[in-house]
């Protein structure tokens, strides 16, 4: 029965030996093409390539040509309109008799015929040029919202990078963080498999039970499946960073890693001053406050008349070549200059300026609440700096101390004068601060992206 399980237990470690061998061939295989990216290529390549930011660049193009469309209604306009006209019956004038007297002589009379007023077909080609003079400065107003309009496109490209970069950031330093964690899972399987090997060799001489030999066992199976749980994590790591940067999800991609560690003194003051001037949110803020300024210039303009110029040419005639006839000019034209003013329409208009500056005043709140914000955004980055970095130092004595205890335990373990429990809580507590040591590294690397965003700056 123990050579069964032994035996079992052979080739369940076998199997298990043979799909690591082949999981690292086939990474190595991949690693040979897989393209190494540093953090800054990573971030220049989402930029790049990334669609959330092809599409701001492209909204830009569209304020552009709001702004060209704006911008033509200072010039004026030209217009042409060739139209045909069938009357239901030619209308005629009615004959006239006069009667004419001449003294000395006989009284005589003129008679004049009936005759056409009008013709059936009528044909009628007007070209009109159009400007309009005045329109209580709505044209200016349109015309420096859609200016407007173009700032507020970039600092919404701008705003979409900041959020970007940060992401590909946190992808980066994820997929490290990762990498080091499938790390310490590997290292975690090598130590149970040796004391699995101890313990079984213990157990066939009789110095140990055989539960403490299924304790290792047990230990060993979930530290595997923990291994294998890590192995995962990677790969979705590095999914998500190809998502990023606009890649195919299972493109053969490396990170290189990054371990500096470089202590901060931030500057609460400095880079708050520093983020309230930066932030594209407060930029779009303020922005907002003038383009709703020019929206109240725009309702205010509906306070003056309108005045415009109209000038037509016509030529009209009695077939479609439009040369005149009896009844119509060869050509004519006409000249106007029009107003118009609307003197009374229930309040329509001040409540439209009073609409618009009850959201200036919304927005001026908006501002304090949005720097308020800010403040604490800077806070709390340095906050989590501050503690990444007493972390780092914390880590790095606890896992010097963690193998330190493993190896005290595994020679205690080995002169039998502890059980393999003690040896088993010392391999867990050592895997944890390797984690843990990891974590507090890139957690830095991280809180400094985090501050940086907070600052406006990437």
């Known amino acids: 029965m123990k050579k069964r399980k032994m035996d079992i237990h052979s080739i369940t470690l076998t199997i298990f030996i043979l799909c690591s061998f082949l999981f690292v061939g086939v990474v190595s295989a991949d690693e040979e093409d897989a393209k190494v990216f540093t ?11 990334n669609s959330s930011i092809k599409a701001k660049e492209e ?13 033509a209604d200072f010039y004026p306009k030209l217009s042409t309109i060739y139209g045909y006209t069938r009357l239901d019956e030619v209308k005629r004038s009615p004959g006239t008799v006069s009667t004419i007297t001449i003294p000395g002589l006989p009284q005589g009379t003129i008679r004049s015929s009936a005759r056409d007023m009008n013709s059936l077909d009528n044909y009628q080609w007007k070209s009109t040029i159009s400007q309009t003079l005045f329109a209580g400065y709505a044209v200016v107003s349109a015309h420096e919202l859609a200016k407007l309009g173009i700032d507020s496109a970039k600092i919404d490209l701008e705003l979409e990078k ?19 964690g499938m790390d ?10 040796s004391q699995v090997d101890v313990s079984r060799n213990f157990y066939e001489v009789g110095m140990i039970p055989v539960n403490d030999l299924l304790k290792a066992e047990v230990e060993l199976a979930n530290t595997r499946h923990n291994y294998i749980k890590a192995q995962n994590a990677v790969k979705l790591s590095y999914s998500a960073f190809n998502m990023l940067l606009s890649l195919p999800i299972d493109s053969p ?7 500096v560690f470089s202590p901060e003194t931030p500057n609460l003051e400095q880079y708050m001053e520093k983020a309230l001037d930066s932030r594209p949110e407060i930029q779009a803020l303020d922005l907002n406050v003038l383009q709703v300024d020019q929206q109240i210039r725009l309702a205010k303009s509906k306070y003056y008349p309108a005045v415009s110029f109209t000038y037509d040419y016509i030529k009209a005639g009695d077939d479609p070549s439009v040369s005149g006839s009896d009844f119509h000019d060869d050509e004519s034209w006409q000249a106007m200059i029009g107003m118009s003013w609307t003197l009374w329409d229930w309040g329509k208009r001040r409540s439209s300026v009073r ?7 919304q927005l001026v709140h908006t501002r304090k609440v949005l720097e308020n914000g800010i403040r604490l955004d800077i806070k709390r980055a340095i906050l989590n700096l501050e503690q990444a970095e007493q972390n780092i130092p914390t880590a790095k004595k606890a896992v010097e101390q963690a193998e330190e205890n493993l190896r005290v335990s595994q020679e205690r373990y080995k002169a039998q004068v502890t059980t393999s429990t003690e040896v088993l809580d010392a391999q867990t507590l050592l895997s944890q601060a390797r984690t843990n040591y990891y974590s507090a590294l890139y ?11 907070a600052m406006g700056e990437y």
């Not at 970007?164 to 080091?180: S, T």
């Not at 991609?253 to 371990?259: A, N, Q």
């Open 162 to 180: 900041l959020n970007l970069v940060l992401d590909v950031k946190e992808a980066y330093f994820n997929i490290l963080k990762a990498e080091k």
């Open 443 to 453: 957690d830095h690397n991280l809180a400094k992206a985090a501050l940086l965003r």
């Open 355 to 361: 609409e618009a500056e009850s959201l200036k005043r």
């Open 39 to 49: 953090l800054q290529e990573s971030i220049q390549t989402a930029l790049i390539n």
């Open 253 to 259: 991609v490396k990170v290189e890693d990054i371990l």
């Open 184 to 193: 310490v899972a590997e290292k975690a399987v090598a130590l149970l498999e």
């Open 59 to 71: 909204k830009i193009q569209e304020a552009l040509y709001g702004e060209e469309k704006a911008k």
